[in-house]
């Protein structure tokens, strides 16, 4: 489609990248929310598997270190994401 234009780098591209950015945030949120999900059911060692076993073991400060930890990561994930979009989409 667009090969080697030069329209192809200022305006097609420029154009698509906050949309291509908005997907990525979705889709990195939901992955991390799969993998804890996944880590929950099928796996001995994780977060994931920490949280249940705290859980299920009625240990609430185990339990509520591991929601803080998922918490931290999913705050540092989106700040990475801040940073791709600041730095890709200087305009903005």
């Not at 154009?15 to 799969?34: C, E, K, N, Q, W």
Request: charged share 10%; net charge positive.
């Amino acid at each position: 489609m667009c090969r080697s234009t030069p329209s192809c780098a200022s305006v097609i591209w420029p154009g698509a990248l906050p949309s291509i950015l908005a997907g990525f945030r979705i889709t990195a949120s939901v992955a991390l929310l799969l993998v804890v999900s996944a880590e929950m059911i099928g796996a001995q060692f994780g977060i994931g598997a920490f949280v249940l076993q705290a859980g299920n073991l009625m240990q609430t400060d185990q339990l509520l270190a591991g929601v803080v930890i998922l918490s931290l990561f999913g705050l540092v994930v989106g700040k990475l994401i801040n940073m791709l979009e600041a730095r890709l989409l200087h305009w903005r």
